[in-house]
């Protein structure tokens, strides 16, 4: 348990399907964070939040939207994704987004089909 | 040249044998170095942090840093079969932080 949690855990959609990504942390961290796994990949950043504000968009397609409406709470909006973005989605938190330890939640496993 | 480099592995080692994990980053500005422990299936978690030239222990790992050399390493004394796992570099500069794609370790009994 570290204190960030992922909701769902595991998630099968369609092309044409919109769906949501939950995170929510309980360490009162202030910056909170979407990263994508893939296989023989690097861990890719997507985005930052710090006290509620987006301070990273990594060249993310806009068929992932982010949403934070608070420092605790985190979302991830799908639409119209495509197979390829089938991977395991990472939410995390840190103290702030100065470069601290960050802290993974379990992770949603994405499927696209 | 990749930004945080490690060898894919497999890294196998028999039980009780230390475990010698290697990372090296081409950003001479970096700041802080973790080293992060996936299991199959699992999202990663924190082993260690280290800051500062030189070497930092707990445990049974320690985190070896070289600026200078641009390179960060982590031991595993005393490896378990519980150890296998897939171990994540990862370097901070400022709010950037960059994983590598992570050195798998096998345990053998």
């Known amino acids: 348990e570290t204190g960030v949690t992922q909701t769902p855990r595991h998630l099968v959609m369609g092309m044409t399907n919109k769906k949501s990504l939950k995170c929510e942390q309980h360490l009162g961290h202030n910056a909170m964070y979407w990263y994508k796994q893939s296989a023989k990949k690097p861990l890719e950043l997507m985005f930052v939040?710090?006290?509620?504000?987006?301070?990273e968009n990594n060249s993310v397609p806009s068929r992932f939207s982010p949403e934070c409406p608070n420092s605790s709470h985190l979302f991830l909006h799908l639409h119209t994704l495509q197979p390829e973005d089938s991977a395991l989605y990472l939410c995390?938190?840190?103290?702030?987004?100065?470069?601290?330890?960050?802290?993974f939640g379990e992770g949603s496993w994405l499927t696209v089909v | 040249q990749k930004e945080v480099e490690q060898n894919s592995g497999p890294l196998s080692v028999p039980e009780g044998a230390i475990a010698s994990l290697n990372c090296t980053y081409s950003?001479?500005?970096?700041?802080?170095f973790f080293w992060y422990r996936q299991y199959s299936g699992k999202s990663p978690e924190l082993i260690m942090f280290i800051y500062s030239n030189g070497d930092k222990e707990d445990g049974r790992f320690t985190a070896q840093l070289n600026k200078a050399s641009q390179y960060v390493s982590l031991l595993i004394r005393d490896s378990q079969p519980s150890d296998s796992a897939t171990y994540l570099c990862a370097v901070a500069r400022g709010n950037k932080l960059t994983f590598g794609t992570g050195t798998q370790l096998k345990v053998e009994l």
């Open positions: 950003d001479r500005g970096s700041q802080s």
């Open positions: 939040y710090n006290f509620k504000e987006q301070t």
């Open positions: 995390a938190s840190s103290q702030d987004g100065s470069g601290n330890t960050i802290y």
